[in-house]
């Protein structure tokens, strides 16, 4: 039996002054894309973190296709840079002293300042890159002058090229239109399986639930409610709503 594309099993205290919070995620996915749902505060940006590595669980494990990326008990905790994971922030993070060519490429980068792009393989992939996301024509453009799709591209575009074996995404949808979200979903869905990456999402919006979530994960108060595979709870109700059915399984009233 193959190992699962997801494990993830850690408990966490988190401190915000004099105020704690404690974090107990545990779940498990053979599904490519995952989808994260709950209540701002519930502890899934942590979550995120915890698997990319720029947060350490006080015990538990986190593997990646059978590859053990933190084990409390067996000492094993990778670097954020050796875990093969690419990480699309809420606000993108793109560096405003970059161009969308250096950003997307930063992964890559070689030696320091004007050299980090002088290899030719390196080049190739960028531009490869650029063409895919069709950002070709905006390569030199300052990002602080793109639009929130074409940040988002860059975004998407910068965590692929390192070609990262799971794709973590902040709400990736959050700072754009209602129009310009369902096409992103549409193409987000495209990208997954055109690199063949599991990916997992955070969202409180139930059309990314319904539009891009294999398995679901609804996490409440730094718990996991439920967790269960989309394909087989699914199931529009006598009335046809859709609507209400998801609902019903992400827990919301």
Not at 167 to 174: G, I, M, N, Q, W
Request: glycine share 8%; proline share 4%; net charge positive.
């Amino acid at each position: 039996m193959s190992a699962p594309r997801l494990e993830v099993d850690f408990s966490v205290t988190l401190r915000s002054g004099q105020r704690s919070f404690a974090l107990q995620v545990r779940f498990a996915s053979e599904q490519n894309r995952i989808v994260l749902f709950g209540p701002s505060g519930a502890g899934k940006t942590a979550t995120l973190r915890a698997i990319a590595g720029l947060l350490r669980p006080a015990q538990g494990r986190i593997a990646s296709g059978g590859r053990v990326l933190f084990d409390a008990a067996r000492g094993i905790d990778l670097a954020p840079r050796l875990r093969r994971v690419g990480y699309v922030f809420q606000d993108y993070a793109l560096f405003p002293h970059l161009n969308v060519r250096d950003n997307i490429g930063y992964g890559l980068r070689r030696g320091l300042l004007r050299g980090w792009f002088a290899d030719a393989a390196a080049r190739k992939r960028i531009d490869a890159m650029l063409d895919l996301f069709d950002l070709g024509a905006l390569a030199a453009m300052p990002t602080r002058e793109l639009s929130g799709g074409q940040r988002q591209r860059v975004a998407l575009a910068r965590a692929l090229i390192v070609e990262p074996t799971l794709l973590l995404l902040d709400e990736p949808f959050a700072a754009l239109d209602v129009r310009l979200r369902d096409r992103m979903r549409e193409e987000l869905r495209e990208l997954q399986m055109r690199f063949a990456v599991p990916l997992v999402l955070i969202t409180h919006d139930l059309l990314d639930v319904q539009k891009l979530a294999e398995t679901l994960v609804v996490i409440e108060m730094g718990q996991v409610t439920r967790s269960l595979s989309m394909d087989a709870s699914l199931q529009s109700p006598p009335d046809g709503s859709m609507a209400s059915e998801l609902a019903r399984l992400c827990g919301v009233s």
